[in-house]
């Protein structure tokens, strides 16, 4: 069973200040640099919890271990498996974002409340997912930095396809992340 790591989590989340900063949330990554600014407005549990996690560096070194071309590519698993979490979950935020490319958004199970720290970044439109995921973040650039992730070789998998989907791919894509605080802009700005 994971660490719960809620404790460190809630102590992190008590310097953010959604009234009077804008967050985004960089990834650096083997593949480059993700932006991602936080929808705090729509999903202020899911921007917390995020931004938390990644200033305890609980980011840090994990890899995106699910990559579906066309569709989306999924990190956040401290075990690499998409099995893992924080040892905690956070209830559901869903809202009207719509999941477009760039957006972000929390895996979950089938249980709406059962989202820990795994997120996914959509690469094309996937309206079935709208309000039935938590959106809470979109690709900060215009540009779609993941589409090299989604479309790197069968050399770079990890294990074969999951029993999820056929074009499911495992990838070695170690991240770190890195919060960044804009003050003076707000989420309501």
Excluded: W
């Excluded at 985004?24 to 899911?46: R, Y």
């Amino acid at each position: 069973m994971a660490k719960n790591r809620k404790a460190e989590v809630d102590a992190a989340a008590k310097e953010l200040d959604f009234a009077k900063n804008k967050y985004q949330l960089e990834l650096d990554t083997s593949m480059g640099k993700i932006t991602l600014d936080m929808l705090s407005d729509v999903a202020p549990g899911h921007c917390t919890n995020l931004l938390s996690l990644a200033k305890i560096g609980y980011y840090d070194g994990l890899i995106f271990h699910r990559i579906i071309k066309g569709f989306m590519i999924q990190g956040g698993c401290p075990e690499g498996s998409g099995s893992g979490g924080p040892g905690y979950t956070i209830k559901a935020e869903f809202n009207d974002t719509k999941h477009e490319p760039g957006v972000v958004s929390m895996a979950r199970t089938s249980d709406p409340n059962s989202a820990g720290s795994q997120f996914f970044i959509c690469l094309e439109k996937v309206t079935h997912l709208d309000r039935q995921y938590s959106a809470f973040g979109k690709n900060g650039r215009r540009r779609q930095p993941r589409r090299r992730q989604e479309n790197r070789r069968s050399a770079d998998r990890r294990a074969g396809p999951s029993e999820n989907s056929s074009d499911d791919q495992q990838s070695h894509s170690p991240c770190q992340g890195e919060v960044m605080q804009h003050p003076g802009r707000g989420a309501r700005d």
